[in-house]
C-alpha cells in the first residue's frame, strides 16, 4: 500500500471528511490544522492559540463533524462578531452537508424569522454569537441540554468586546460532560480561569508565541503630522493598485474616510459597527468580488474578516490596543502569500508604536515618502531606529 506522508490523510479523519475536505480543495493541513485535528478526533479538550488566518476553522470544525456523525446532539461554535459567524457557518455547510447534517447561524442584526426557522429543522450544529444566543435562550427558542461539543473561536476577542457574562451563561447551560475546543490568538487572564474552570484537562497546542506576526508580511510606519495623514494617503493608493484593507480607530473615521476616498474616485466601501448587517454583507461581497477596491473598516474587521489576494493593509489609525495591530496585518500575506502593511503614525504616537514593537518582538521600518514631509517620532532610545526612503515606484522593502 502506498504510503501517503503528505495531507490530511494519516490524520485520523473519516474518508467521508476526507472526500469532502478534498472536495473543497484544501491538500495540505496547516500546522495548527496538523496538530489540532488529531487531538480533537481523540475526544480531548483543545485550547489552540494561533493567529487569525492559520486554519482554525478546519482545525476545529472536521473533528467536531466527525464526532457528532458517531452520537446524538448538537455542536455548539460560538464567535464574537456577525462577519466571523457567516464565515464560519459557510465552511461548515460544506463539511456537514457530507454527513446529512442541518446547520443554523444566529447572530444579531438580523430577524428572528429565518433563524427560528433554521432551529425548527432541528440543526447539528449552531454557529452562534453569545448576545442573539442568549436571546434565543431567554425566548426558549432553543436548547443547549444536547451539547455534545463546544467551539469558543477567537475567545479572547469575544471577552475584549465585553462577551464575558454571556459566555459565563452559556457555559454553564451547555452540559459539563461535552468535548471542548478553545481556540485564541493570545492567552489572557481569562482565558486561563475558563479554561481552569470549564475544561477537562485541555490540551495546549500553541503555533506561534501570541502576539508573533506573520512572517510574511512586511511591514513600514511613515510618520507625518495629523494635517498631512490624507495627504500620504492619496500617494499610497497611487503607488499600490490591488485591494486594500485601510482601518481607522473610529467608526466616524472610517465613515469620513470613505466618503473622501469616494469623492476622489476610488470604489470604496466601508464596516462598522453602525452599518447594518445587509449594509456588511453587501461592503464584505463587494470587496471580495471586486466591486470595492478599497474597504474602510474598525477593528471590527481585524479578526475573522478572511479575503484572499488583500495587497495591502493601511493602518490609517494605530489600534487602541497594540495586539490588534497583529490582527490587522494578518488580513494581509494569508497562506504563505506576501504582503504588506503601512502604518501612519503622527509624532507624539512614540508610545504606542513602541507598544506594538513590543508585542511583535521587532522594530518597525520608519519610512519616508519623497512627496509628503516626514516627521520626527518622539520616542526613547530604547526603540531601535531603521530609517530608509521609499520611492513611489520600485520600493524595495526590508522585510522584518
Known amino acids: 500500500m502506498e504510503q501517503h506522508t503528505n495531507g490530511f490523510f494519516g490524520l485520523g479523519i473519516a474518508p467521508g471528511l476526507l472526500d469532502a475536505i478534498d472536495k473543497l480543495g484544501y491538500t495540505e493541513p496547516t500546522p495548527i490544522q496538523r496538530k489540532a485535528i488529531p487531538i480533537g478526533i481523540a475526544g480531548q479538550d483543545i485550547i489552540g492559540i494561533a493567529q487569525t488566518g492559520t486554519g482554525k476553522t478546519l482545525a476545529f470544525a472536521v473533528p467536531m463533524i466527525q464526532h457528532l456523525a458517531q452520537t446524538k446532539g448538537i455542536g455548539l461554535v460560538l464567535v464574537p462578531t456577525r462577519e466571523l459567524a457567516l464565515q464560519v457557518h459557510a465552511t461548515l455547510v460544506k463539511l456537514a452537508s457530507s454527513q446529512s447534517m442541518h446547520t443554523a447561524v444566529l447572530i444579531g442584526g438580523e430577524s428572528m424569522r429565518p433563524q427560528l426557522d433554521a432551529l425548527r429543522k432541528h440543526p447539528r450544529i449552531i454557529v452562534a454569537t453569545p448576545g ?89 510606519v511613515f510618520v507625518v503630522a495629523k494635517e498631512a495623514k490624507s495627504a500620504l494617503l492619496a500617494k499610497l493608493l497611487t503607488q499600490y493598485k490591488g485591494p486594500i484593507l485601510l482601518f481607522s480607530r473610529t467608526k466616524r473615521g472610517a465613515h469620513k474616510i470613505a466618503q473622501q476616498l469616494k469623492k476622489q474616485g476610488h470604489s470604496a466601501a466601508q464596516i462598522h459597527a453602525d452599518r447594518t448587517l445587509g449594509q456588511r454583507k453587501e461592503a464584505l461581497e463587494g470587496f471580495r468580488s471586486g466591486k470595492y477596491r478599497i474597504l474602510v473598516a474598525t477593528d471590527i474587521a481585524a479578526r475573522g474578516l478572511d479575503v484572499k489576494g488583500i495587497e495591502l493593509v493601511i493602518n490609517y489609525d494605530l489600534p487602541d490596543d497594540p495586539e490588534n495591530y497583529v490582527h490587522r496585518i494578518g488580513r494581509t500575506g494569508r497562506a504563505g502569500v506576501i504582503g504588506h502593511a503601512v502604518s501612519i503614525a503622527t509624532p507624539e504616537q512614540g508610545k504606542d508604536v513602541r507598544a506594538i514593537e513590543g508585542i511583535i518582538r521587532t522594530s518597525i521600518t520608519q519610512s519616508e515618502h519623497p512627496d509628503v514631509q516626514s516627521e520626527k517620532l518622539v520616542r526613547s532610545n530604547v526603540w531601535s531606529t531603521n530609517r530608509r526612503r521609499s520611492m513611489i515606484t520600485g520600493v524595495k522593502r526590508r522585510r522584518r
Open 132 to 220: 442573539r444566543l442568549i436571546d434565543h435562550l431567554e425566548h426558549r427558542t432553543v436548547k443547549l441540554d444536547d451539547t455534545k461539543v463546544l467551539i469558543l473561536d477567537e475567545a479572547d476577542r469575544m471577552l475584549d468586546i465585553g462577551f464575558g457574562p454571556q459566555i459565563e451563561r452559556i457555559l454553564v447551560t451547555v452540559p459539563r460532560e461535552r468535548h471542548t475546543m478553545l481556540f485564541s490568538a493570545t492567552m489572557p487572564e481569562d482565558i486561563v480561569r475558563i479554561a481552569a474552570q470549564h475544561m477537562k484537562m485541555p490540551v495546549r497546542t500553541e503555533i506561534a508565541p501570541a502576539g508573533t506576526a506573520a512572517e510574511t508580511v512586511s511591514q513600514e
